[in-house]
């Protein structure tokens, strides 16, 4: 995860700077060709290439909204993993402190080992959670569609079994923070598992290659100190800038685009889940 302006230039210095030297070697190629056959024997008129410019940047930044409206609903999907993980082992914490609570064969000791035991589901269901949404694969999903449900329900059939009829209020209030980890793991699962319409990814690629390709064609070369000058090559870097622009932009649009990944644009999904996990091991010290 990027973290600072100056680790976000570095990031984009190793994305701009191939498209920047491909896009150089491309327009000189296209310069001297039409240094050796005649000034200015393919030039499309100027005006064309602005209004075409105009549609591919309005359409770009379209798409890099799109994909950060994608990226920030999956970072308030973990913030709410967060968010929740921590209310629920605060509350298992109160209530199984309290002997009221629990039913009368129960002791206190043995509510403390419950604690224990229902906070160590806790954290092998957020581990597996987190791990199946950055690194997942074939194994790892069929794994976690099967087993993190079972945690959950296990953890439920626990709190009814253990809360005394008493109860009731703080029974329910678990178990409705159990209900919100369906709601957040089907938020994160709908994210991961439905990426960016593939069809309107290669449309956008299409049309910014293609606007690229035509870009020397649009500016063609600067008529500076006459035709034997080689001010002329000055058209290169503008070329190549304004190449490199719009294929940074498409470029950043995709890696918004995936939230769940291991990447540099990407949720800190590992760093909230030991934050998490430090959390319950904190709690747990507690209750020993």
């Known amino acids: 995860m990027i973290r600072t302006e100056r680790g976000g230039y570095w990031e984009l210095i190793k994305v701009s700077v191939p498209y920047f030297i491909v896009s150089m070697i491309y327009g000189t190629l296209i310069l001297i060709i039409e240094e050796q056959y005649g000034d200015h024997i393919y030039k499309i008129s100027s005006q064309l290439g602005s209004v075409f410019g105009f549609a591919v940047a309005f359409f770009l930044g379209f798409r890099m909204n799109s994909a950060y409206d994608r990226w920030w609903e999956a970072r308030k999907v973990i913030g709410e993993l967060n968010n929740n993980t921590k209310s629920m082992v605060s509350r298992m914490y109160i209530y199984f402190q309290e002997e009221t609570y629990l039913k009368a064969d129960i002791e206190y000791s043995s509510g403390k080992i419950i604690f224990q035991s229902l906070t160590e589901m ?4 957020i581990e597996r959670l987190t791990t199946d949404l950055v690194h997942p694969s074939t194994a790892n999903v069929q794994q976690t569609s099967s087993t993190t449900p079972d945690l959950l329900l296990t953890i439920s059939f626990t709190i009814e079994k253990v809360m005394n009829s008493q109860a009731s209020l703080e029974k329910i209030d678990l178990l409705q923070h159990i209900n919100r980890f369906y709601d957040i793991q089907g938020k994160a699962e709908r994210i991961k598992n439905t990426p ?3 069809i309107y990814s290669a449309f956008t690629r299409i049309i910014v290659v293609t606007y690229v390709i035509l870009i ?3 500016l063609g070369d600067i008529d500076l100190g006459g035709e034997h000058s080689h001010w002329e090559y000055l058209a290169v870097p503008i070329m190549a800038a304004i190449s490199t622009l719009f294929l940074t932009i498409n470029h950043l649009a995709n890696r918004y685009g995936e939230p769940f990944t291991a990447k540099m644009t990407s949720i800190p999904v ?5 934050k998490i996990i430090a959390y319950i091991t904190n709690v747990q010290l507690l209750n020993n």
């Open 122 to 125: 806790m954290k092998t269901y």
């Open 270 to 274: 590992v760093a909230i889940k030991n």
């Open 196 to 198: 960016f319409l593939k």
């Open 216 to 218: 020397p064609f649009f």
